[in-house]
């Protein structure tokens, strides 16, 4: 039974991964060849040359080309009878101890048009010269087969006309890129000793590189075996100098001796070996080689990805003999940890304290985590502030959720003993902790709305105040009521923390958008605890009417101002004239109804609260006011009291509003952020 080589090209599937994998593969197939000589190892070499093409269709910064072709030549053994019936015979067992599949040539056509082949080489005791070209339509094509008078072991394989359009963007790599590829990929055989000399030249460049050089750096560290529910795994730990660009530690895995799809990053796998390794004071970058005869049967017959699972959990059933990349990397990460024992002791011991700073300053709302070092301490190292957040938020979550539901769970099931009483007063202590993680975050935000109205009250740079409405934005949005915005997205209780639970609140509206009053006068922030007077659905309220039990009414002035400036020069007038007009509004005017035609009431006897809050107070108008009666508290601020139809105002600068709040809050910030 014959199988045509278009339907096998047809069955490789090449990723953007895998743009140099066709070259790969014959630089390999060299290997192989100069394996089977019995030439010194020193006069083993494969040279490879690279011919670029047009520019990618998306440009390069450095102005990089695509590659049209390869020319790979080696002087290994080369196309005798014995390597020829390999190459004619897909899924070939000729050569399979040396690696080989039989699948790689079928690899280089899924990406390139021509794959030509001239080989001189020297069997039973003859020189012979074998040309031929193999493509995915016409298979192989033999062009000649002479004996030569020509004695040089010498084989060149030319692949051309990239078809693939993923292959050719992605070839648009450096020279150096290359080079690094090429020795990442053949890496096993140089832990093997068996490397022959490597050279790579790139025409249209005039550039060289001897892939052999950049070993030089490269120490093998340690060789590190491990067995996994029966296989045998072996681990090949090379270091490097840190130097240039690099910022990673990288694990390829193996099959066949070379290396198998990209690398991964070694901090997925274990976020201590972030960064480079501190060996006796000296930084290194790993990389870390992985060799099984498990991964050699596992790995696909195109040699860039494993039949592996990812993780077990999706294998439910017989996971126990299932061998996955969580199983193999868990060990992985096990025996790094073993061999850098001082370094990963020193990096978990930083990284504890930079959880702990983080928390401290920056995300108290997980502050009773600081008094269980063991949820720290499980904390994976080195995480991103973005990482550690999530991480920390799933932890609490949890937490949270276990305690609710044990507390749930104890109430609903009404068995009283010792057991279940010392149980449930655990989780009680718990959710009490976890409660104040919530109100440390609250507290968190309030901290930082003090500190930014602290600023709003300094002049900037120019000598220019922050507006009127900008402050008065910071507490309550202009031209809204507690209906527009969400509980959290207002801060009256800058102002005063009873002002939270009034049933109404409107800010900067005129009084007839709220409610029956014909009115145009815009208050800067009315309050009310029963909202029953204003008739469209802005208003709210357990009741459909009744009397207003009390209202309260902010008048507020941009900061600079010297009390508003009511007259610049003649401060002989009264701070009420502030804010009584707003009251008489609603006083004096006929009863009104609300839009069911209930009735609504306020009388002279309802409680009415005003609030003026200005920058500055000049001494002549403070003079001017004690003398109509004005007192002062001791706190500083001024305040009247017009019994008769029973108002309280309270005058007050808007220093001394923050300096109120400041203090309010001084005990929860220093119980909540102490160090």
Known sequence: MEVPVKNLVETVDLTAEDALLPMLECVVNSIISLEQSDIPKSEKRIQIKICRGKHPQRLNFDNIQTIASYKIVDNGVGFNSRNLLSFQTPFSQINKDYGCKGIGRFTVLAAYEEYLVDSNYKEQGKWHNRTFKFTAEKEIESIKYIDTSHEVWKTSIEIKNCINDIVLEKSALSLAQISESIMQHCFIYYLNN?????????????????????????????????????????????????????????????????????????????????????????YYFFDIYLVSDFLNKKVFKTRNGFNIPKE?????????????????????????????????????????????????????????????????????????????????????????????????????????????????????????????????????????????????????????????????????????????????????????????????????KSITSYSQINSRKELDLVLVDNPQMFDNPISFGDKSSGEVNSMVIFEFKRPGDTAHQKRSTDFRWEFSELIEPYFEEFLYQPIKKNYKGNQVIIKETTPKFGYIILDFIPEPLSRYNKNKGWKTTPFGTFFKIESEINMHIEVMTFRQLLEFSKNRHNPFFDRLFKR
């Open 312 to 508: 077990r959990e999706n294998y439910i059933f017989n996971s126990s003999e299932i061998i996955t990349f969580q199983d193999i990397e868990e060990k992985i990460s096990e025996t790094l940890e073993s061999e850098y024992e001082s370094f990963v002791r020193e990096s978990k011991e930083k990284s504890y304290n930079e959880i702990k700073n983080y928390i401290i300053e920056k995300a108290p709302r997980y502050n009773s985590f600081l008094r269980n070092p063991a949820i720290l301490q499980s904390i994976p190292p080195n995480l991103t502030e973005d990482k550690l957040e999530e991480y920390l938020y799933r932890i609490s979550h949890n937490a949270r959720k276990n305690v609710e539901q044990n507390i749930d769970k104890f109430i609903k099931s009404k068995q009283i003993n010792e057991e279940a009483i010392n149980q449930i007063i655990d989780d009680i202590k718990a959710k009490t902790a976890y409660d104040v993680d919530s109100l440390a975050d609250y507290m968190t935000r309030r901290r930082a709305i003090i500190d930014l109205f602290d600023k709003f009250l300094d002049a900037d740079e120019n000598g220019e105040y922050k507006l009127e409405e900008d402050v008065h934005n910071l507490i309550f949005p202009l031209g809204l009521t507690n209906n527009d915005l969400d509980y959290e997205n207002h801060n009256l209780w800058l102002l005063d923390e009873r002002f939270m639970t009034y049933k109404f609140i409107a800010s900067d």
């Open 194 to 282: 068996s490397l022959p000399i490597i050279e790579i030249y790139d025409k249209i460049n005039d550039q060289y590189e001897v892939i052999n050089q950049l070993f030089e750096k490269v120490s093998k560290e340690k060789e590190r075996s491990f067995s996994l529910k029966g296989e045998n795994f072996k681990l090949y730990i090379t270091k490097t100098p840190k130097e240039g660009n690099r910022r990673n530690n990288y694990l390829y895995y193996c099959a066949n001796n070379r290396t198998v799809g990209v690398a991964k990053n070694i901090k997925g796998i274990n976020s201590i070996f972030t960064y480079p390794i501190n060996i006796e004071g000296n």
